[in-house]
Nanobody
């Protein structure tokens, strides 16, 4: 499995920006699609954004489209989530996850398709 460590969370005012980073180690990182999920208090974990193994395709939840951007650097084994125009409803614990299948052309949006997860980083957006 891939070991994942997230960083970059924090407290920000509505309209502000944050950049989350996920550092990977272990099996070959650049063969897996990578995604960010989030879980707000009392809610189920939901897909936020994902990028395929080569970085050629990315996908976003409708709620973040146009505001968030996912990127990866396979030379540094990192994936980042750039979050702009943050809203209070973006408040959640954000998790980085690695796809269980190698070389998948697309990006799955179901949590069960991921077999490696980070510990999560808290993002709080105040109104």
């Amino acid at each position: 499995q891939v070991q994942l460590v997230e960083s970059g969370g924090g407290l920000v005012q509505a309209g502000g920006s944050l950049r989350l980073s996920c550092a990977a180690s272990g099996r070959t990182f650049n063969l897996n699609s990578m995604s960010w999920f989030r879980q707000a208090a009392g809610k189920e974990r939901e897909f936020v954004a994902g990028i395929n193994w080569s970085g050629s395709s990315s996908y976003y939840a409708d709620s973040v489209k146009g505001r968030f951007t996912i990127s990866r650097d396979n030379t540094k084994n990192t994936v980042a989530l750039h979050m702009n125009t943050l809203k209070p409803e973006d408040t959640a614990v954000y998790y980085c996850a690695a796809d269980r299948i190698l070389f998948r052309p697309g990006v799955p949006q179901e949590a069960y398709e991921y077999d490696s997860w980070g510990q999560g980083t808290q993002v709080t957006v105040s109104s």
